[in-house]
């Protein structure tokens, strides 16, 4: 369990952490699945996509998203990959079990608990440590300061 006394920056950053795993395969999807080249689409999609609209504003824009998001997808998943690696103890490898479970097979805290054999305030309270690990290199020395 988080402890109380956590600052508003400190939980909104360990929220941050939370929904970027979280959402990382869905904001992978859109990297994959946006539309903003005319080559990517039919001749009667661009035609209906261009009635009404200026076309070129709304295609930079999703162009524009889509590079942001690539931009951050892509080094949430090797900060992720890095960390997952470097287990250094037991402890290391179930709290990188744990998180894997959460956050990319989207387990329920009380089926990993069940699996691993552990209470559910232990698996709360490993996750936890994990999601303020990963938040101090998802964000830097802004992540180190608020975490801890």
């Known amino acids: 369990m988080e402890r109380k006394g956590r600052t508003a920056a400190q939980r909104d950053l360990l929220h941050n952490t939370r929904m970027l795993l979280h959402r990382l395969g869905d904001l992978r999807a859109h990297t994959t699945d946006s539309v903003y080249d005319a080559r990517q689409l039919e001749e009667m999609e661009i035609a209906e996509m261009i009635v009404g609209r200026d076309p070129d504003v709304l295609i930079e824009a999703i162009k524009r998203s889509v590079t942001r998001t ?37 387990c329920e805290i009380d089926v990993i608990a069940k699996r691993e054999g552990k209470s559910k305030d232990l698996v ?25």
């Open 124 to 148: 709360l309270r490993l996750l936890n440590e994990a999601v303020m690990e990963l938040s101090s290199r998802f964000f830097g020395i802004d992540g180190f300061h608020h975490a801890g």
């Open 70 to 106: 690539e931009i951050l997808v892509t080094d949430a998943e090797e900060v992720y990959s890095r960390w997952e690696a470097e287990e250094r103890s037991r402890e290391d490898a179930l709290r990188r079990r744990i998180m894997r479970q959460r956050y990319f097979d989207k």
